[in-house]
C-alpha cells in the first residue's frame, strides 16, 4: 500500500527573482519596519528532511526513507504581520525502506504570522525573524495519482543579512487525509518536514510606488527651497466686505495672477455668482496667513484668479466683491502643490435680504412636537436563530420539531420547495455560498415581504448580480467531516457606471472524510448572473447555477453490527473492487436552475417584483439490484452472529457455533474484508458465470440509477406598496407547473451483458404468467419478451409526476406607535396526478396514462402584534393558520406500478401560536418564547416487506395529529471583561402524537386490500406493563436542546467555545409495530408485554458536546481583505452519539412458541467524532 | 499649529426689538464620505477617483450630491424652515462643499461655508453652514487634535506616535443669532477601529470641553452648542465625563452641557446601526445657557418629550436584504447602491 516515513537530509539551493530598488512605503508601519522581509515580495529555496507516519486503517505501520527533498516558496507580507505564501515541499521518492515506492508531493499554501511584529515586538530590533504559519495542503502521491488535503503548520526562523538576503530554517507538520477520489484507500498520515535555505526579498516594480510616495519625494525636494523671501508686514485682519483691500506687497494684478516667491505652491480657482451661476469679474482675493495679508488677486473677466509662489502652510482667502456677501476660504497649501479651489460662489447680498425669514414662523408643534417613534432592529437579530443554526447542525437539531420541509425557501421571490417531497431546496446551491449569499429570513410564523411563508420560517435568497459581494474572492476550505477539500472563486462587480452588474461563482468539493468510509464527494458548482438597470425604474436580471457533481451516501446499520466492528461510522454501501474503495449508492445530480427577474420601481413607495423560474436536469441516486441471486449487502441480517443464536429460544436461532464463525468474520474485518464490506469482486464473479445460452451474460446484480428528474416552470409576481406612513402593504400571486420523470436505469451492468426489465417480485408469484411480469407491456406485445437493457437503458418503471399550484397571497404591516402588527393571508390551489408511461403488466388498465388529479384548496392566515416598551425591550405574539396540500409522494399508494390514489387524503391543518419577549440593547440580547402549535390529518406512504403476509406491501396511514409546544431561551450577555460575552440557549420542547390514525395496507402485486382504514392502536401511546400510559414523541430532533459558552469579539478576531448537551431524542416510528397485528401475534392473545415491548419507542440518552472556533480577517489598504476561520467540534470525541435511525419493518414471525412476534433490530446513524473545519480567503 | 481668524461682518444688521416667536434649527449630518472625482494632491482619495475602486465617477458624484441635497430638503420641508446652522463631516474639500450649497433642492438656502483642509490621512473634514440672514459670522477657527495637556493617561503613547497621529481638527465657528451671541463645535471624533483609540475620543471630548469653558469665561452668557459625529454614544465617558454631558436639564450647572440625545438612546432612537444594534453619534449638546439662560432656548420637539430628533425617511433606509432597517448607504459591501449615508442627521430647535 501506499506511505512511507521519508527521511532526507540536504543542502541548499537558492532561488531568484527579479528586483526593483522601490520600496512599498505605502504602509508606513512597515517601511518603519527593516525587517521582517522588509520588501513584501520573497521568494526562498531549500533542501530539508521529511518523515511521516502512516496511519492507513488496517494497516500496518509502514515507513521509509526518501530521496533529499526540496523545498521552494515564494509569498508576500501583505501586511507587517501577516502574509500568504505558496510552496512546493517534499517532492521525495520513497522506497528505501518499507515502503511501495510511491512518491509523494506536497504544495501548502501558508497563511504566515510574523511573531516579532505581532507578539514579541523587541524582536524587531534584531536581524533575526521568526514566523507562525498555518498550511493547507493539497498532496499528490506520484505516479500513483492519488491525491489528497491536510492541514499543517509550522515556524519560519531567519536571519537576515541585508535587506534582501536571509538564511532560513523551517520546520512544518502536516496531517494529510487520503482518499480524495473515494476510490482509494482511506486513512490519514502525518509528516514533519525541516528545512534550510535562503530566502530573497523584494517589491515589484515602480508600480508600487503610490502617487501619495510621489508627493512625499516632491516635497522632500521642496524642502531644500529657501525660506520664504520677503518680509511680510503686518496687518489687520480684514476686517470685512466695506474695507478695501489693504495693499500687501503684490499690487491686485486684475485678470492675471500673482507671484508671491520661488514656490511650486499656490492656490488658484474661480469666483462665481451663486445666483446668476456667472463669473465675477473683479473680485479681490485676498490671502491672509494667520491675521497677515500676503497679496490680493482680483479676478478676470472669467472669475479667475491665480496666487503663485506660496509656501506651504495654511492660509485664507477673503473673497469680496461689491454687493455680494464677503467670503472666507481657508485653504492649506502641501506638498508644493498648486490648490485648485475650482469654483467659489458668492451670494449676492440682495438675495440674503430678501430671504424670507422663515425664523418667524411658528413652529408647527401644536402637539408638542414631532411624533417619531424608535426603530430597534430586534427583527433582524433573532439571537436564538444565530446561537443554533450553525452550533446545533451536526446534532440534527430541528427547531420546535417541525419537520424541515415546513421551512419555506424563497429565490427571487419563487417558493422552492421540492413540489413533490416538499424538500428545502438547499442542494441546489450547495458549494455556491457566495452567488446566494445575500439573504432575508424570518422566524416562525412572521410575516414575510417575499411571500406569504409558513409557521416554520421563511427565507428569500437573492441571487441577482448585484447583491453578489463586489470583488474577486477566493477560499480554501478543508474540514474532516465531509469532504476534505472545496475550492471556491467568486466575482461580483457590483452594479456599474453602465447599469450593468455580473457576478459568477464556481466551486469544486472533493474527497472523503476522517469518519465514514466510502463517503466522498466530487462535485463541482457554478453560477453566473448578469443584472441590467434600465433607466431609474427597471431592473432585468437573469441568472443561472447548477452543481453537477456526485457524492458517496452512508448507510445505517444496527447497533450490533456497529459492535462487531468497533466502528459506529461502520458503511455498509462500499466494498473493495481490486483493492480500491467503491461505493455502490452514489447521488448523481445536475439539475440547473434559470432564472428571468424584472424589478420596477415607479416611486420610493411601490416596487413591483416579477419572476419566470426553471429548474430542470437529472438527479439519479445509484443502489444495486439483482435477479435470481443472493441480497448482496454485507450486513444483511443473515449475515450477522444473531441470525444464528440468540439467547431466548423462541426465536429458534441455536446455532452458537455458525454464530461464532459469523462473530470472528466481523470482529477481524481486516482478515475477512470481503464478507463485512460488499464484495464487488464476487458480484463481478456471478455475473460473468450467468451465460445466458447464447454466449451472452445475463447480468444477476447490477447497479441501478433511481432518477427524479424534474422540469419545473414558475412565476411569482409580488408588489411592495408603503400605503401610509404607518402601512406597508405586501401581495403576490405565484404559479407553478412540475412535470418529474421518475425512471430507473442501468448505471453499471456489472461485467455482464444486459439485464431484462421485469418485476422480480411479480415473478415470484405469476412466474407463468409472463404479461404479469412485465414493467414495459407494450415493449412486451411489440417485440415478444421484455427487452434486454444496457447500461444507459431505463427499466423498472417510468412515469411522470404532475404538480400544478397557484396563489394569490397579501400582508400588511401596520405601526402605530410602540405598537406594531401585521395581518397575511394566502389563497391557493394544487393539484397534483400521476401520468404513467409504460403499460405495467400486474396493472394494465390503471398503469399507463393520467391517473385522477390529488385536488386541495390551500392557504392560510397570519397575524403578529409587537409592543416596544422604551427602546430596549419588546413583547409580541404570533399566530397563524395554515392548510397545507399532501404532496405528490403522500398522495400514491405505489407510483412505481400504478395509478392508485390513497383514500381519504386531506389538507394537513396546522395552528401555530407564539409568545416572546425580547431584551437587546447595549450588547445585551436575551430573547425568551412560548410556542404552542398542532397540526392536524398528516399522512405517510410507505411500502415494505410483510412478514406475516410473505408479501411486498404498500402501506398508508392517514389521520395523524402531532402537538408541539415549549419553551425557547436564547441569550447573549457581556461580561465585565471587555469584549468578552456569555451566551447560550435552552430550549425545551415536547412534541408528541395526539391522535390515532388510520391505516390501509394492500398487496403491492395484486392490489389486494388486506387492511382497510383500521387504527393504528398504539401510534401516539401504550400502556406499558405497569398500566402506565407512555406517550410517543415525534422523531428527528432533541426535544431538549442548551448550550453554554463565551464569545470573544476583537479586531476581526473571534474566539468562540461552548458546551452543549442535548437529550430527549427518540427513534423515528414504525407504524407496524404499533399496530394490534403485531402486538397480538401469532396466538391472537394481546399480553400487556407483548404491547410494552413491540410498540414502546426507544429513546436516545442525552450526551454532551464541547465546541470551539477561532478565526480573524485583515483588511489590507482598504482594498484587501484575508482571513480564516478554524472550528473545531465535538472537542470530546464523543462517537456515541446517536443522531437518527430508523426501525426496520419486519418481524420475527416463526417463533417456536407461536405466542409473539420480534422485532427487528432498529439501525441508527451516529454524529462524526472530533472534526474540524479550516476556512482560509482571501479577497482582491 | 495655532491658526485663528477673524473675521467681522459687517453687513448691516437690523436688530430690532423682536417680540416674534423666532425658532432656529441647529443640526448636524454626517455625509458620508462626500468626496469629488478630482485627486487632491496629498491626501488619500484614492478609492474616490473614477478609476478607483469605487469607481467614483460624475454620474455617482452627482447622484451623491442630489442626495445629500434631497435630505437637507426634507428637513426644511419638515421643520418648515432651512437650518440655521448645519454641522457636517466626512467631506473631503471645499470644492464638494460648493457643489452642495449650489444643488438645486437647497440653493434657495444660500448656505454660507465655513471650513479648513484638515490634516485627517484620509482627507475627510468636518465644516459648518450657516444662513447669512439669520446667523452673523464673527470668527471661526480650527482647533487640532492635541495629546497633551491631558487629564487622561497617554503614557502607552510613544511621543513619536503622539507627533505622527493625524486626525480631524474640531471646528470652532463663532456668530450671533438674534443678537444672541453663540458658539458652535463641529467635530468628528476618532473611530471605534484599532487597539489604542478608546482614549481618543475622551481626549478630544476634552478639547472641546476646555477650550468652551474658556470661550464661556470670556464670553459671558454665551450659547454653546457642541456637534458631531462622535464616534461614542452620549452615554458613553467622553460625553458624560469629558464632555459634562447630563440627561436632564435640572442637572445642568454652568460647568455643563446639556445631552438631550441621551435620553433618546436611552429609549431606542439611533442615528446609525453597527452588527445590527442602534447607536446615536451624531451627538448635539447645549450649554447652560440654552437650558437655563434667557432669550433663545432648546426645544422640545418630539412628542415624548425629547429635545432633539433623528431625521429619517423610509427613503433614507434599507427596505429589504441583510440590513433591512439600517440607513441606506452610497456604498455596500463594497458595491455602488446609490444610497444617502450610513448616518440620518440629528438635530435640535432653539426658539424664544
Given at each position: 500500500m501506499l506511505k512511507k516515513l521519508t527521511s532526507s537530509l540536504l543542502l541548499f539551493a537558492c532561488a531568484c527573482v527579479y528586483a526593483s530598488?522601490?520600496?512599498?512605503?505605502?504602509?508606513k508601519l512597515r517601511a518603519a519596519?527593516?525587517?521582517?522581509?522588509?520588501?513584501?515580495w520573497f521568494a526562498g529555496a531549500g533542501l530539508g528532511a521529511n518523515i511521516g507516519a502512516d496511519g492507513l486503517k488496517g494497516d500496518n505501520p509502514e515507513f521509509s526513507i526518501g530521496l533529499p527533498g526540496m523545498h521552494l516558496y515564494a509569498g508576500k507580507w501583505i501586511t507587517p504581520a501577516f502574509g500568504l505564501r505558496f510552496g512546493i515541499q517534499g517532492l521525495h521518492a520513497a522506497g528505501?525502506?518499507?515502503?511501495?515506492g510511491y512518491e509523494f508531493l506536497a504544495a501548502p499554501v501558508d497563511l504566515m504570522v510574523n511573531i516579532p511584529s505581532l507578539?514579541?515586538?523587541?524582536?524587531?530590533?534584531?536581524p533575526f525573524d521568526f514566523s507562525l504559519y498555518l498550511s493547507a495542503v493539497p498532496a499528490w502521491g506520484l505516479p500513483s495519482g492519488y491525491y489528497a488535503f491536510g492541514v499543517g503548520g509550522g515556524l519560519q526562523a531567519s536571519y537576515s543579512f541585508n535587506d534582501n538576503w536571509a538564511a532560513f530554517a523551517d520546520a512544518r507538520g502536516s496531517i494529510i487525509g487520503q482518499n480524495i477520489t473515494g476510490i482509494l484507500n482511506q486513512g490519514i498520515f502525518a509528516t514533519a518536514a525541516v528545512s534550510v535555505g535562503a530566502q530573497y526579498s523584494f517589491s515589484l516594480?515602480?508600480?508600487?510606488?503610490?502617487p501619495e510616495v510621489a508627493a512625499q519625494d516632491a516635497k522632500a525636494s521642496e524642502q531644500a527651497a529657501p525660506e520664504i523671501p520677503q518680509e511680510v508686514p503686518a496687518g489687520e485682519p480684514?476686517?470685512?466686505?466695506?474695507e478695501t483691500a489693504v495693499s500687501?506687497?503684490?499690487?491686485?494684478?486684475p485678470g492675471s495672477g500673482v507671484v508671491?516667491?520661488?514656490?511650486t505652491g499656490g492656490v488658484k480657482g474661480v469666483i462665481v455668482n451663486?445666483?446668476?451661476k456667472s463669473a465675477v469679474e473683479g473680485a479681490r482675493v485676498k490671502l491672509y496667513s494667520g491675521a497677515s495679508e500676503l497679496a490680493t488677486v482680483v479676478t478676470d473677466a472669467e472669475g479667475n484668479f491665480s496666487l503663485q509662489g506660496v509656501p506651504d502652510g495654511m492660509y485664507s482667502l477673503v473673497i469680496e466683491a461689491p454687493e455680494f456677501y464677503a467670503n472666507q476660504v481657508n485653504v492649506t497649501v502641501n506638498d508644493g502643490y498648486m490648490k485648485n479651489m475650482f469654483k467659489l460662489s458668492l451670494t449676492p447680498s440682495q438675495v440674503i435680504e430678501n430671504a424670507?425669514?422663515?425664523?418667524?414662523?411658528?413652529?408647527?408643534?401644536?402637539?408638542?412636537?414631532y411624533n417619531d417613534s424608535p426603530t430597534v432592529l430586534f427583527g433582524s437579530n433573532d439571537i436564538f436563530a444565530s446561537l443554533t443554526s450553525f452550533n446545533f447542525s451536526s446534532v440534527r437539531y430541528r427547531q420546535r420539531g417541525y419537520?424541515?420541509?415546513?421551512q419555506t425557501v424563497y429565490l427571487a421571490g419563487v417558493?422552492?420547495?421540492?413540489?413533490?417531497?416538499?424538500?428545502?431546496?438547499?442542494s441546489l446551491w450547495s458549494g455556491l455560498n457566495e452567488g446566494l449569499r445575500a439573504k432575508e429570513s424570518v422566524s416562525g410564523s412572521d410575516i414575510f415581504q417575499y411571500g406569504f411563508g409558513g409557521y416554520n420560517g421563511a427565507t428569500q435568497f437573492f441571487g441577482n448580480?448585484?447583491?453578489?459581494?463586489?470583488g474577486l474572492r477566493a477560499s480554501v476550505l478543508t474540514n474532516s467531516?465531509?469532504?476534505r477539500l472545496r475550492l471556491m472563486l467568486s466575482y461580483g462587480s457590483g452594479q456599474l457606471d453602465n447599469g450593468w452588474s455580473y457576478a459568477f461563482n464556481v466551486s469544486a468539493r472533493m474527497g472523503g472524510n476522517?469518519?465514514?468510509?466510502g463517503v466522498y464527494y466530487r462535485s463541482f458548482a457554478y453560477f453566473g448572473a448578469v443584472e441590467k438597470k434600465l433607466g431609474d425604474k427597471h431592473t432585468l436580471g437573469l441568472v443561472t447555477f447548477a452543481t453537477p457533481g456526485q457524492r458517496g451516501a452512508q448507510n445505517g446499520s444496527t447497533q450490533e453490527v456497529y459492535d462487531l466492528m468497533g466502528?459506529?461510522?461502520?458503511?455498509?454501501?462500499w466494498g473493495y473492487q481490486n483493492g480500491k474503495v467503491r461505493n455502490s449508492r452514489v447521488r448523481k445530480t445536475f439539475e440547473p436552475v434559470t432564472y428571468l427577474t424584472w424589478k420596477f420601481v415607479p416611486s420610493d413607495d411601490l416596487e413591483v417584483n416579477a419572476t419566470l423560474l426553471w429548474r430542470t436536469g437529472k438527479n439519479g441516486y445509484t443502489a444495486l439490484d439483482w435477479y435470481?441471486?443472493?441480497?448482496?449487502?454485507?450486513?444483511?441480517?443473515?449475515?450477522?452472529?444473531s441470525y444464528f443464536f440468540n439467547e431466548n429460544p423462541d426465536y429458534n436461532r441455536l446455532n452458537p457455533q455458525k454464530a461464532a464463525w459469523a462473530r470472528e468474520v466481523w470482529t477481524h474485518s481486516g482478515t475477512y474484508r470481503d464478507l463485512t464490506h460488499l464484495n464487488w469482486d464476487r458480484l463481478y464473479t456471478v455475473n460473468s458465470l450467468s451465460?445466458?445460452?447464447?454466449?451472452r451474460l445475463r447480468s444477476k446484480y447490477v447497479q441501478e440509477e433511481r432518477h427524479i428528474d424534474q422540469n419545473d416552470l414558475n412565476f411569482a409576481a409580488r408588489v411592495k406598496w408603503n400605503a401610509l406612513p404607518w402601512m406597508k402593504v405586501n401581495g403576490g400571486v405565484n404559479a407553478r407547473i412540475n412535470r418529474t420523470e421518475y425512471y430507473k436505469t442501468i448505471a453499471d451492468l456489472l461485467g455482464g451483458d444486459y439485464f431484462v426489465n421485469i418485476d422480480n417480485f411479480a415473478e415470484r408469484d405469476f412466474a407463468v404468467n409472463q404479461e404479469a411480469l412485465q414493467n414495459d407491456l407494450d415493449y412486451y406485445y411489440a417485440h415478444g419478451s421484455a427487452q434486454k437493457v444496457k447500461k444507459g437503458d431505463k427499466y423498472g418503471y417510468d412515469y411522470y409526476a404532475q404538480v400544478r399550484d397557484a396563489g394569490l397571497w397579501a400582508n400588511a404591516e401596520l405601526t402605530r406607535g410602540n405598537l406594531s402588527g401585521n395581518i397575511g393571508a394566502r389563497l391557493g390551489t394544487q393539484a397534483s396526478w400521476r401520468d404513467g408511461l409504460w403499460k405495467k403488466g400486474l396493472f394494465p388498465d390503471n398503469s399507463k396514462g393520467k391517473s385522477d388529479k390529488a385536488s386541495f384548496v390551500t392557504g392560510g392566515v397570519k397575524a403578529n402584534a409587537s409592543y416596544s416598551i422604551g427602546g430596549k425591550m419588546r413583547v409580541f405574539a404570533n399566530f397563524g393558520w395554515f392548510a397545507d396540500a399532501p404532496t405528490f409522494t403522500q398522495s400514491f399508494v405505489s407510483p412505481r406500478t400504478r395509478n392508485t390514489m390513497v383514500d381519504g387524503l386531506k389538507t394537513v391543518k396546522t395552528l401555530t401560536t407564539d409568545l416572546n419577549w425580547q431584551y437587546f440593547s447595549n450588547g445585551y440580547n436575551v430573547k425568551l418564547t412560548g410556542f404552542f402549535s398542532t397540526m392536524k390529518d398528516g399522512s405517510k406512504v410507505m411500502s415494505f416487506y410483510d412478514d406475516l403476509q410473505n408479501a411486498f406491501t404498500n402501506f398508508s396511514m392517514t389521520g395523524i395529529d402531532q402537538r408541539h409546544m415549549g419553551v425557547e431561551l436564547a441569550f447573549r450577555v457581556p461580561l465585565p471583561i471587555a469584549n468578552l460575552a456569555l451566551q447560550g440557549v435552552f430550549a425545551y420542547g415536547n412534541y408528541i402524537y395526539t391522535s390515532t390514525p388510520r391505516m390501509t395496507q394492500t398487496?403491492?402485486?395484486?392490489?389486494?386490500?388486506?387492511?382497510?382504514?383500521?387504527?393504528?392502536?398504539?401510534?401516539k401511546s401504550h400502556t406499558d406493563v405497569d398500566g402506565k400510559t407512555v406517550k410517543h414523541f415525534v422523531a428527528g430532533t432533541p426535544q431538549l436542546a442548551t448550550s453554554l459558552g463565551l464569545s470573544w469579539n476583537k479586531n476581526y478576531w473571534f474566539v468562540d467555545a461552548d458546551v452543549e448537551y442535548f437529550g430527549n431524542s427518540y427513534l423515528d416510528m414504525n407504524p407496524l409495530y404499533r399496530t394490534r397485528y403485531a402486538t397480538t401475534g401469532p396466538d391472537g392473545y394481546e399480553s400487556p408485554l407483548e404491547v410494552d415491548y413491540m410498540a414502546s419507542q426507544e429513546k436516545f440518552p442525552g450526551f454532551f458536546l464541547l465546541n470551539a472556533s477561532v478565526g480573524k480577517s485583515w483588511y489590507i489598504h482598504y482594498k484587501y481583505q484575508l482571513g480564516f476561520s478554524l472550528s473545531a467540534k465535538n472537542l470530546l470525541n464523543?462517537?456515541?452519539?446517536?443522531t437518527g435511525g430508523y426501525e426496520q419493518?419486519?418481524?420475527?414471525?416463526?417463533?417456536?412458541?407461536?405466542e409473539r412476534y420480534y422485532r427487528f433490530d432498529s439501525k441508527y446513524f451516529y454524529m462524526s467524532g472530533f472534526n474540524y473545519m479550516l476556512n482560509i480567503y482571501f479577497r482582491f | 499649529m495655532k491658526r485663528f481668524i477673524t473675521l467681522i461682518a459687517?453687513?448691516?444688521?437690523?436688530?430690532?426689538?423682536?417680540?416674534q416667536k423666532r425658532s432656529y434649527v441647529i443640526g448636524f449630518y454626517n455625509?458620508?464620505?462626500?468626496?469629488?472625482?478630482y485627486h487632491d494632491e496629498?491626501?488619500?482619495?484614492?478609492?474616490?477617483?473614477?478609476?478607483?475602486q469605487n469607481n467614483w465617477t460624475e454620474a455617482k458624484y452627482a447622484q451623491k450630491q442630489k442626495n445629500m441635497a434631497r435630505v437637507i430638503r426634507a428637513m426644511r420641508d419638515d421643520n418648515g424652515r432651512y437650518h440655521t446652522i448645519l454641522g457636517v463631516s466626512e467631506i473631503e474639500n471645499r470644492h464638494v462643499l460648493e457643489d452642495l450649497v449650489n444643488e438645486p433642492a437647497i440653493a434657495d438656502a444660500n448656505y454660507q461655508i465655513v471650513h479648513y483642509d484638515g490634516p485627517d490621512r484620509r482627507g475627510v473634514d468636518v465644516a459648518l453652514f450657516y444662513k447669512p440672514e439669520q446667523f452673523k459670522l464673527i470668527e471661526s477657527q480650527s482647533i487640532p487634535f492635541t495629546?497633551?495637556?491631558?487629564?487622561?493617561?497617554?503614557?502607552?503613547?510613544?511621543k513619536e506616535e503622539m507627533d505622527h497621529f493625524k486626525t480631524r481638527d474640531i471646528l470652532f465657528v463663532r456668530g450671533t443669532i438674534d443678537g444672541e451671541m453663540f458658539a458652535f463645535y463641529v467635530a468628528h471624533l476618532p473611530?471605534?477601529?484599532?487597539?489604542?483609540?478608546?482614549d481618543l475620543r475622551p481626549r478630544g471630548a476634552e478639547i472641546i470641553y476646555d477650550h468652551a469653558m474658556k470661550v464661556q469665561q470670556q464670553y459671558p452668557g454665551i450659547k454653546i452648542v457642541v456637534m458631531g459625529?462622535?464616534?461614542?454614544?452620549?452615554?458613553d465617558v467622553s460625553m458624560t465625563k469629558y464632555l459634562h454631558?447630563?440627561?436632564?436639564?435640572?442637572?445642568?450647572?454652568?460647568t455643563d452641557f446639556y445631552s438631550p440625545f441621551l435620553s433618546m438612546l436611552k429609549a431606542g432612537y439611533s442615528s446609525l446601526y453597527y452588527r445590527g444594534e442602534g447607536n446615536i453619534y451624531d451627538i448635539i449638546l447645549t450649554n447652560h445657557a440654552l437650558v437655563?439662560?434667557?432669550?433663545?432656548q432648546i426645544k422640545k420637539?418630539?412628542?415624548?418629550?425629547?429635545?432633539g430628533r433623528v431625521f429619517k425617511k423610509d427613503w433614507m433606509t434599507?427596505?429589504?436584504?441583510?440590513?433591512?432597517?439600517?440607513p441606506f448607504r452610497t456604498f455596500s459591501g463594497g458595491a455602488y447602491v446609490g444610497g444617502y449615508s450610513d448616518h440620518y442627521p440629528t438635530y435640535i430647535v432653539v426658539s424664544k
Open positions: 530598488a522601490a520600496e512599498d512605503s505605502t504602509d519596519d527593516p525587517l521582517p522581509f522588509s520588501q513584501g528505501f525502506y518499507g515502503a511501495d507578539l514579541i515586538p523587541s524582536l524587531k530590533k534584531t516594480g515602480k508600480k508600487a510606488l503610490t480684514a476686517p470685512g466686505i466695506a500687501g506687497i503684490n499690487e491686485p494684478a508671491l516667491g520661488e514656490y451663486r445666483t446668476a424670507d425669514d422663515a425664523s418667524l414662523q411658528e413652529f408647527d408643534m401644536d402637539d408638542s412636537g419537520a424541515s420541509e415546513s417558493k422552492m420547495n421540492d413540489a413533490l417531497t416538499g424538500y428545502g431546496p438547499f448580480a448585484s447583491s453578489v459581494r463586489k467531516a465531509l469532504y476522517d469518519w465514514v468510509d466502528d459506529n461510522m461502520y458503511n455498509s454501501n435470481d441471486a443472493s441480497d448482496p449487502r454485507p450486513d444483511y441480517y443473515r449475515n450477522l452472529p451465460d445466458d445460452g447464447n454466449g398487496v403491492d402485486n395484486s392490489e389486494t386490500v388486506t387492511i382497510k382504514d383500521e387504527p393504528v392502536t398504539y401510534w464523543n462517537t456515541e452519539v446517536r419493518t419486519r418481524l420475527v414471525d416463526n417463533t417456536v412458541g407461536k | 459687517l453687513a448691516v444688521l437690523t436688530i430690532g426689538a423682536c417680540a455625509l458620508e464620505n462626500l468626496f469629488d472625482t496629498g491626501k488619500n482619495d484614492y478609492q474616490y477617483l473614477p478609476d478607483g495629546f497633551l495637556p491631558s487629564s487622561i493617561d497617554f503614557s502607552a503613547w510613544t473611530s471605534r477601529l484599532g487597539g489604542k483609540g478608546a459625529d462622535m464616534n461614542d454614544n452620549p452615554s454631558g447630563r440627561e436632564f436639564i435640572k442637572d445642568v450647572t454652568p437655563h439662560g434667557e432669550g433663545l420637539i418630539n412628542k415624548k418629550g425629547y429635545y434599507n427596505q429589504s436584504g441583510q440590513y433591512k432597517g439600517t
